[in-house]
């Protein structure tokens, strides 16, 4: 319960801290951690992206909450690399399990320490020099102009997606010629994914310069 609480007022899925506290606490074996994780991490998104939804951009109010084209360039590539993982995670000992994982959580805890110090000091200077001008505004646009066109290539890649990967994991035998050809096609799918991703972004960031604002992918 406290651990989501943290991760989600952090934005974060709470995967870091869910699989220790399982292990350290509760005693559960690594494979049984990391399953009884994503599924509470798997709750804990959808409940912080329904909420977050119909929120407006802090800076522009047009904009969703939500960076929608960061979603359709990287969440490919994430779904790609996780099924190799899913295959190592089937091949490799525990002690090596381990030792990734630390790896892993250890430089995502550097990176987000050093981005909340970053933003602590910009938000502590802003601040200062003006307490009344920060995200408070409510004048101008309030409707969010939503991606729709990124919402439909998502749903029907996510689609094939899963067909791909419900037939390699249950119609088929595992490590079958079969299992190895629906586990390949994947992986021109995430790419042909995120090369279109970048280029439709490419096209609004060039057709709309002032719409980029600070943190969004440049391309251009």
Request: aromatic share 10%; charged share 10%.
């Amino acid at each position: 319960f406290f651990s989501c609480a943290i991760a989600s007022a952090g934005g974060i899925g709470g995967g870091g801290l869910n699989v220790p506290i399982l292990l350290v606490v509760f005693g559960f074996n690594y494979d049984v951690a990391v399953v009884l994780s994503q599924c509470t991490v798997l709750g804990n998104y959808i409940i912080q992206s329904t909420i977050n939804f119909r929120k407006h951009h802090p800076i522009e109010k047009s904009r969703p909450l939500i960076y929608w084209d960061i979603v359709l360039t990287l969440l490919p590539a994430q779904i790609g690399g996780s099924n190799i993982g899913v295959i190592l995670e089937s091949v490799l000992p525990v002690t090596v399990l381990l030792v990734l994982s630390i790896l892993v959580v250890t430089f995502a805890a550097i990176k987000t320490g050093k981005k909340g110090l970053y933003l602590w000091h910009k938000e502590s200077q802003a601040l200062l020099l003006s307490k009344e001008e920060q995200y408070d505004k409510e004048d101008g646009i309030t409707t969010i102009q939503y991606p729709v066109m990124i919402f439909i290539v998502l749903a029907i890649s996510w689609a094939i997606y899963a067909v791909l990967l419900v037939t390699g994991q249950t119609a088929v035998t595992i490590c079958s010629s079969g299992f190895i050809i629906c586990l390949v096609l994947i992986y021109p799918l995430m790419i042909a994914l995120v090369y279109w991703g970048i280029n439709y972004v490419t096209w609004k960031q060039l057709e709309d310069p002032s719409s980029i604002l600070e943190g969004d992918l440049a391309f251009k």
